[in-house]
Nanobody, 117 residues
Framework: QVQLVESGGGLVQTGGSLRLSCTAT????????MGWYRQAPGKQRELVAA???????NYADSAKGRFTISRDGTKNTAYLQLSSLKPEDTGVYYC???????????WGQGTQVTVSS
C-alpha cells in the first residue's frame, strides 16, 4: 500500500522561504502525480500545486510566481519550494498522490507552515 511521508514546514517570517518534500513509499512503480493541498484554519482544503507525469506542473493562482514544484525523476519524491511567503500562506500542507491516472488520492500526514507578519 502506498504511503506518503512528508517533511519540511515550520515557522518563517513574511518574505521567507521553506521547502517541503514528500516521498511515496510502498511501490516499485513511478506514481502518476504528486502535489500539495493546503488547509487554513476554518477553510476548506485547496490545491496549491501538482506535478503530473514528472513534468507537467499546475499551480493555484496564489502560488504562481512564488512556489515551485518539482520531482526527482528517479524517485517517487516531490518538492515544493515556497518563496516570498505571506501570512495567508499559513496552514497545514498535505501531500497527495494519484498512484495511477484516475485513482483516488493518497494523502500524507500534513505539515504545518506558519508565516508570521
Amino acid at each position: 500500500q502506498v504511503q506518503l511521508v512528508e517533511s519540511g514546514g515550520g515557522l518563517v517570517q513574511t518574505g521567507g522561504s521553506l521547502r517541503l518534500s514528500c516521498t511515496a513509499t510502498g511501490t516499485r512503480f513511478t506514481v502518476y502525480s504528486m502535489g500539495w493541498y493546503r488547509q487554513a484554519p476554518g477553510k476548506q482544503r485547496e490545491l496549491v500545486a501538482a506535478i503530473v507525469s514528472g513534468h507537467i506542473a499546475n499551480y493555484a493562482d496564489s502560488a504562481k510566481g512564488r512556489f515551485t514544484i518539482s520531482r526527482d525523476g528517479t524517485k517517487n519524491t516531490a518538492y515544493l519550494q515556497l518563496s516570498s511567503l505571506k501570512p495567508e500562506d499559513t496552514g497545514v500542507y498535505y501531500c497527495m498522490s494519484r498512484v495511477v491516472r484516475g485513482s483516488d488520492y493518497v494523502w500524507g500526514q500534513g505539515t504545518q507552515v506558519t508565516v508570521s507578519s
